[in-house]
């Protein structure tokens, strides 16, 4: 099956050196990729994972997939020319099957061998883009990769009083410079690390949020 046309040369010259994991918010694989592989739609990634597991390469690795749009990682502000784009296909209100989290795993380890890329630089959609996008959303779990070296987590660090400005100022340190508020750093924030909480910010994100500057600082 062919791939898909929507990718052009990585800008500068650079190489990937993150991972951002997607979901269609389409429960139809078939859907999926004939959307990714529409030139109409102008949207494409590297990879697509069904629920079966069944992985599709659309995009070669060393192009420039249009999968993260409008998005910045620390000083990254072209999030596409830097990454690798993985689409898982879920509606983004159901669980991830377990055939397809493990074809993820299997083809994420490839990915972050071949281009040597870290732990802690393997992020959401919603981290890069936060306010403007949810995925891979509040049922995947990054707990599952971060246990297998595949994804950073951390235990939060108490003992911090609520403070918005010094949550903004330590996920920044950590890579969350979108150019948006506190209450939307912290939205994100929550989604990847403690999605089902609720309520005002609290000593436990504040936790997470020093957790993360401390231990996974971007450059």
Not at 179 to 206: K, N, S
């Amino acid at each position: 099956m062919s791939g898909s046309p929507n990718h052009g040369p990585r800008r500068g010259g650079v190489l990937p050196d993150l991972v951002v994991i997607h979901f269609t918010a389409m429960g139809d694989t078939a859907a999926a990729r004939a959307r990714l592989r529409d030139p109409a739609a102008e949207v494409s990634a590297h990879w697509l994972i069904s629920p079966q597991g069944s992985v599709e390469a659309l995009v070669p690795e060393d192009r420039r997939a249009w999968h993260a749009g409008a998005a910045r990682w620390g000083s990254v502000e072209d999030v596409n020319s830097r990454s690798v784009g993985i689409e898982l296909c879920n509606d983004g209100l159901s669980p991830f099957p377990a055939p397809q989290m493990a074809a993820l795993e299997r083809l994420l380890a490839g990915i972050v061998a071949r281009h040597r890329i870290p732990p802690e630089r393997v992020i959401g959609h919603s981290d890069c883009a936060p306010g403007r996008k949810v995925d891979p959303g509040a049922r995947f779990d990054w707990a599952r990769l971060a246990r297998r070296g595949l994804a950073a987590a951390v235990t939060p660090e108490t003992g911090e009083a609520p403070d918005a400005a010094r949550l903004a100022a330590l996920a920044a340190r950590a890579g969350y410079t979108a150019p948006v508020g506190p209450e939307v750093i912290l939205g994100a924030l929550r989604l990847r690390h403690r999605p089902w909480a609720r309520g005002p910010l609290d000593a436990v994100d504040m936790g997470v949020a020093r957790a993360l500057a401390s231990r996974f600082p971007v450059d």
